[in-house]
């Protein structure tokens, strides 16, 4: 059975930092391409950042040059570096793990709350 489990949400101040992470389970990270998407009330979930499995990333617009993705395969990690947050960038991040083309895997999901 696979699992992914994210941590590392709460609530910080604008200008702050926080490391999220995602721990796998039931399957081995370092064949596939990860991501870090978000959500927040009232709007669809977007992509913030993806990893590939040859460790090219690419990130949203929004969060070039604040967020980072990296990736520790011998722990079944993948971790997600945010700094100088903003209000805007308060929702529910998620983990995703690429299977295939029309299949992957969630996490359950850690929220981020940032105060003005």
């Known amino acids: 059975q696979v699992q992914l489990v994210e941590s590392g949400g709460g609530l910080v101040q604008a200008g702050g930092s926080l490391r999220l992470s995602c721990v796998g389970s039931?399957?081995?990270?370092?064949?596939?391409?990860m991501g870090w998407y978000r959500q927040s009330p009232g709007k669809q979930r977007e992509l913030v950042a993806r990893?590939?499995?040859?460790?090219?990333?690419n990130y949203a617009d929004s969060v070039k040059g604040r967020f980072t993705i990296t990736r520790d395969d011998a722990k079944n990690t993948v971790y997600l570096q945010m700094d100088r947050l903003n209000p805007g960038d308060t929702a529910v991040y998620y983990c995703?793990?690429?299977?295939?083309?029309?299949?992957?895997?969630w996490g359950q999901g850690t929220q981020v709350t940032v105060s003005s």
């Open positions: 990893i590939t499995r040859s460790g090219s990333t």
């Open positions: 995703k793990l690429v299977r295939t083309l029309f299949s992957s895997y």
């Open positions: 039931g399957i081995a990270f370092s064949a596939y391409d």
